[in-house]
C-alpha cells in the first residue's frame, strides 16, 4: 500500500530542504512541490494570515510514521501541518514504483 503525506511549509527553501532530506532518507520516493498558498488560521487566539508552501510526499503505509516524525523535526514551525492519505487505487505500475522506487539508488 502506499500513502500521500500532505505539509504545509514556511517557504520553498524550507519546503525543498526538507523535501530533499525525506528523498534522501528513503523515506518518500517522490515530494511535489506545490505553488503558495494563502493561508488563514487561528494561532494562539489570534487570526493570522500568511503565505505559506504546501508538498506532497509520496511514499509507502510502512513508512508513513517514520516520514511524519522526520518532517516534523526538521520543520521551523512548532505545530506542522502534517497529515496522511492512504491511497487505494493508482495506476498501472505507479505503486510498485512508490514502493520500490524509493529504495532504488
Known amino acids: ?9 514556511a517557504d520553498s527553501d524550507e519546503a525543498e530542504r526538507i523535501g530533499l532530506a525525506m528523498i534522501e532518507a528513503g523515506l518518500a520516493a517522490c515530494v ?3 505553488a503558495p498558498c494563502r493561508s488563514i488560521y487561528r494561532w494562539q487566539g489570534a487570526i493570522e494570515r500568511g503565505e505559506e508552501v ?5 511514499t ?3 513508512k508513513v ?9 526538521l520543520h521551523s514551525y512548532d505545530v506542522p501541518a502534517i497529515t496522511a492519505w ?3 487505487q493508482a ?7 512508490v514502493v ?5 539508488r
Open 1 to 9: 500500500m502506499i500513502a500521500t503525506v500532505y505539509a504545509v511549509f
Open 32 to 34: 511535489n512541490i506545490l
Open 86 to 88: 492512504p491511497i487505494t
Open 65 to 73: 510514521d517514520a516520514l511524519i516524525l522526520e518532517i516534523a523535526r
Open 54 to 58: 504546501p508538498a506532497l510526499f509520496k
Open 91 to 97: 495506476g498501472p505500475g505507479y505503486a510498485e514504483w
Open 60 to 62: 509507502a503505509t510502512d
Open 100 to 104: 520500490s522506487g524509493q529504495v532504488l
